[in-house]
Structures are given as C-alpha cells and as structure tokens.
C-alpha cells in the first residue's frame, strides 16, 4: 500500500478561500515534500520539511508536520484560479538513520480553484 | 537552461513490442528515476540509479528495464513483458544527500498507450 495517503481525494473551492490538504504516512521518515502537478505535466518541488521540523512557510504555502501523528497538512491561503492542480505528498523513510535515496508518493488531492 | 529532457512525449505501441524512452539531464545530478503514473493515482517508482553503472529496482520494476552508462542518461524500455504498459512516465533527478533524499526535479513526461 501507498506509504503517504492524501485526503481530501478532490478539493473545489472559490478563488480567496484557503485550501487545506493532509498526507498520512505509517512509517518513520527522513523528510516530506509536497509536489504539484498540472494537468499533464511533470511535477514540480513546492516545499521540503525535514522530520525535525513542525513548520514551514512558502508564500502563500504553509506545511505542518505532525510526527507523533505521522501526518502532515498543506495549506495555500488566498488561492487564485491558477493553483488549479493536483498536490502530492512524497515521504523519504528513515532506513535506520540515514535514507533509501528514494521518495514514495501518495495518491494525491486534486484542486480546483473556481474564478 | 538546466533541465530533464524527455521524449518521445506520445507514443503509441503494438502489443508484443519493446520500446525505450529517453531522459536525460544536464542538471549535473547524481541520482535519476523512473515513475509510472495510472489515472486517479500516485506516482509508482520503477527504477533509480544513484550512481553510473549502477542501478536498483523499485517497487514495480517486472517488465521494464534501465540503464545508466552516462551520468545524464538513464532510458527505460518497456519490454513485451510489462502486462499492463499504458500509462503516463516520469523521469526524475535528484542531487545524493548523505541522509535524507533531496527534492526531485521531473521532466514533462512520456504517454504511452499500447494499441
């Protein structure tokens, strides 16, 4: 099974509104990353917080991570029309302290931003 | 300008047939990988190599195969084994981190539908 699983699956809201996405994951990690992707098109690095952290900020882009609950949630605030896309999680797991080399990604939620 | 180049983007495959996708990167990255993406799914890593020569199977890898002679190539060839080949691929690079893995940076993208 999917080592990171995002919820909601489909997220539609009004452009201004806040977007929220989680990731949950089963196993201890180096780091976790979030991607985007638009329709068609290869993904693109949005943010990395390491297992250390409990928050970052990006922008309009605030992760938080949660390693008691193995979760972590993306939030876009003010969002425009334009972050029409699909939000993946990526997990890097520990391999006894240092890492596979590898990320394994979740399923994704899909965002649509209405005009 | 720096980047991973896929190609072909489309490309179309009678049963019965091997066919190989590019990738390659003038990134300079050390690591380079291979993802399989279905509809309404995640990401599923195929294949990645941290270093020339040298090469390691994901989760996936039955029916596919990889090689890495040269730092900024790494293509994929789907052979007649692979059950189920159509889908969407993504090539990926990353620099090594000694502990925990980088953010990947995908190229567009390679469709595959088998006729």
């Known amino acids: 099974s999917q080592q990171g699983e995002e919820d909601p699956q489909a997220l539609s809201i009004q452009e201004g509104e806040n977007a929220t996405m989680n990731c949950s994951y089963k196993?201890?990690?180096?780091?976790l990353q979030w991607y985007r992707q638009n329709s068609g098109r290869g993904l693109v690095h949005l943010i990395l917080?390491?297992?250390?952290?409990r928050e970052k900020h990006s922008g309009r882009l605030r992760v938080t991570l949660d390693t008691s609950k193995k979760s972590s949630s993306l939030l876009i605030t003010a969002s425009r029309a334009a972050d029409t896309a699909s939000y993946f999680c990526?997990?890097?797991?520990?391999?006894?302290?240092?890492?596979?080399?590898?990320?394994?990604f979740g399923q994704g939620t899909i965002l649509t931003v209405h005009p | 300008d720096g980047g991973i180049t896929q190609s072909p983007k489309y490309l179309f495959r009678k049963e019965g047939q091997n066919v190989t996708l590019s990738c390659e990167q003038n990134?300079?990255?050390?690591?380079m990988y291979w993802y399989r993406q279905d509809p309404g799914q995640g990401l599923r890593l195929i294949y990645y190599?941290?270093?020339?020569?040298?090469?390691q199977k994901g989760d996936i890898a039955e029916g596919y195969s990889v090689s890495r002679e040269k730092k900024e190539s790494f293509p994929l060839t789907v052979t007649s084994a692979q059950k189920n080949p159509t889908a969407f691929y993504l090539c990926?690079?990353?620099?090594?981190?000694?502990?925990?893995?980088?953010?990947?940076?995908f190229g567009e993208g390679s469709r595959l539908t088998v006729l």
């Open positions: 190599s941290q270093i020339v020569n040298d090469f």
């Open positions: 196993t201890s990690i180096n780091n």
């Open positions: 990526a997990t890097d797991l520990n391999a006894g302290g240092t890492s596979y080399g590898k990320l394994t």
């Open positions: 990134l300079n990255h050390d690591a």
């Open positions: 990926a690079s990353s620099t090594i981190r000694l502990v925990w893995a980088g953010e990947l940076f």
């Open positions: 917080i390491r297992s250390n952290e």
